[in-house]
């Protein structure tokens, strides 16, 4: 099956600096890759996503770059608040071919100190 | 617009024994897809549906399976049940359709196993 790596597994930052979370990826047939944010005992919950035909997507205070040359994908929070601290977890798709299965990272924990 | 449901929420079983968690998907969506979450090895795939065919399956051994209902619920079911089958999980529903197919979760079905 496609490996996901993410990195890093932990990560923690004084609030209001930025947060970047990296993952990288093995099938090159990959062209969906989502974010998902999990708080404790919560499901998780899509903060952002991008195509293969895009390199880059912001929403507010999030944004994710996409490399397909080099297979990796970049979380980006600025900013960040204490609401930002969860797991995030990065997955990739084919979404094709009756393949629309994701493949999770592991998950990176992201506290945010006050 | 409701969400995705799944129970039961909680439930204990022992080593042996059977258990069947149910998924109902967003109205309208016609894929539901369900993971695995330990906290060892993640988000873990295990299967797919797409109006009441399963489009795709995980590595899971044949003890785990699932079927679909032409409402679109869903069901897995879990016979001879071990101790590591203790996880958290989830069912995901989308549209099933590519360039559209976001997958929304249900809060999990958390499983022990005694």
């Known amino acids: 099956g496609e490996n996901v790596e993410q990195h890093p597994s932990t990560l923690s930052v004084q609030e209001g600096d930025s947060a970047v979370i990296k993952c990288t990826y093995s099938?090159?047939?990959?062209?969906?890759f989502p974010w998902y944010k999990q708080e404790l005992g919560k499901r998780p919950q899509l903060i952002i996503d991008?195509?293969?035909?895009?390199g880059e997507k912001k929403d507010q205070r999030i944004a994710v770059t996409l490399n397909k040359t080099a297979k990796h994908f970049s979380l980006h929070i600025t900013e960040t608040q204490p609401e930002d601290s969860a797991v995030y977890f990065c997955?990739?798709?084919?979404?094709?071919?009756?393949?629309?299965?994701?493949?999770f990272g592991a998950g990176t924990t992201v506290t945010v100190r006050a | 617009k409701a969400g995705v449901t799944q129970t039961p929420r909680y439930l204990i079983k022992t080593r042996g024994q059977q258990v069947t968690l149910s998924c109902s998907p967003i109205?309208?969506?016609?894929?539901v897809s369900w993971y695995q979450q330990t906290p060892g090895q993640g988000l873990q795939f295990l299967f797919e549906?797409?109006?009441?065919?399963?489009?795709n399956k995980g590595n899971f051994p044949g003890r785990f399976s699932g079927r679909q209902f032409s409402n679109s619920r869903s069901e897995m079911n879990v016979s001879t049940l071990e101790l590591g089958d203790s996880a958290l999980y989830l069912c995901a529903s989308s549209s099933g359709v590519t360039g559209a197919n976001v997958l929304t979760f249900g809060a999990g079905s958390r499983l022990t196993v005694l």
């Open positions: 099938d090159s047939a990959s062209n969906y």
């Open positions: 109205s309208g969506h016609r894929s």
């Open positions: 991008i195509r293969s035909n895009v």
């Open positions: 997955a990739v798709s084919r979404q094709a071919l009756n393949d629309y299965k994701l493949s």
């Open positions: 549906y797409f109006s009441e065919t399963q489009r």
